[in-house]
């Protein structure tokens, strides 16, 4: 939760694997995570969204954030930023696991 570099390492590996159409990833925030966690990832992601696109496939990316407003930065903070990057944001990780799970089944 505080040092992103294996998940942005795994982030690299399988967003250019031609076989994967979805990424689902959540992000903690508050005491202990890292201070800016969608900040610290987003370029990979959208590195590996580019990537897929270039490539002419659809790469899928899922995210939901675990926090509140209270937390610095804000829950709704961290949102925007994966919204305006185009990443879908699901308002629970049950929810982000159904949407996961019905990208895929409609790739098959």
């Known amino acids: 939760m505080i040092d992103p570099s294996y998940r942005i390492e795994r982030i690299l590996q399988e ?13 903690v925030l508050g005491f202990g995570a890292n201070p800016d966690p969608i900040a610290e990832t987003l370029p990979a992601l959208l590195q590996v969204k580019r990537e897929a696109q270039q490539s002419g496939r659809h790469l899928e990316i899922l995210a939901y954030v675990l926090g509140t407003e209270l937390d610095q930065p804000s829950v709704q903070n961290q949102v925007a930023q994966l919204e305006a990057a185009g990443i879908t944001i699901a308002s629970s990780s049950t929810n982000a696991g159904l949407l996961a799970r019905e990208f895929v089944a409609k790739g098959e």
């Open 15 to 27: 967003g250019r694997d031609p076989e994967v159409g979805v990424l689902l990833l959540d992000f």
